[in-house]
């Protein structure tokens, strides 16, 4: 399933529902699903009354280890939200990310992996806004 050169996976995942957090730390990720199941159980999203709901990506890539590789990079964020609201949510991400790593990869999984960049959405918002498309 993974993808040879440098081609970045862009890839969604809905990170507010979660699955037992130990079930998942102790599964072994040997698919791009189980990066993303395994990062579920380690989302904490801000409370409501720290920030307002917003929905964040971060790119990131592991090294063979499952531990993150270089620095992790925010990419998008609501643009109606303040910055109290974006510290708040960008702090949220890196603890997930610090609780989920070293990511527990098969051996087939860490070379598929490695070095890979992955778009990692992290949405929460009960709706998304009104897309600015237009019809013809």
Same mark, same amino acid.
């Given at each position: 399933m %993974?993808?040879r &050169? &440098?081609?970045l $996976?862009l =890839?969604?995942?809905?990170? $507010?529902?979660?699955?037992?957090? /130990?079930a998942a730390? #102790?599964a ?5 699903q #189980?990066?993303? *199941?395994? $990062?579920r /159980?380690?989302w904490?999203p801000p ?6 709901? $917003? #929905?964040i /990506?971060?790119?990131? @890539?592991?090294?063979r280890?499952?531990? =993150?590789? &270089?620095?992790?990079r =925010?990419?998008?964020?609501s643009?109606?939200a @303040?910055?109290n609201d974006r510290?708040?949510?960008?702090i949220?991400?890196m603890?997930a990310l610090? *609780?989920?790593?070293p990511m527990?990869?098969t #051996?087939a999984?860490a070379?598929?992996?490695?070095? *890979?960049?992955?778009a =990692? ?7 998304s806004?009104? /897309?600015?498309? *237009?019809r %013809?």
């Open positions: %993974a993808r &050169g &440098g081609k $996976l =890839i969604a995942a809905m990170l $507010l529902l979660g699955v037992s957090s /130990t730390q #102790d072994q990720v040997n698919t791009i #189980d990066i993303f *199941r395994h $990062l /159980t380690c904490r409370s409501p009354a720290k920030a307002r709901p $917003l #929905d /990506t971060v790119v990131v @890539s592991f090294n280890a499952g531990n =993150i590789l &270089g620095h992790p =925010i990419t998008y964020e643009a109606e @303040s910055d510290l708040q949510y960008r949220a991400v603890e610090q *609780r989920c790593t527990p990869f #051996d999984m070379g598929a992996a490695a070095g *890979r960049p992955f =990692i959405q992290f949405r929460n918002r009960k709706t806004p009104p /897309t600015q498309e *237009r %013809a």
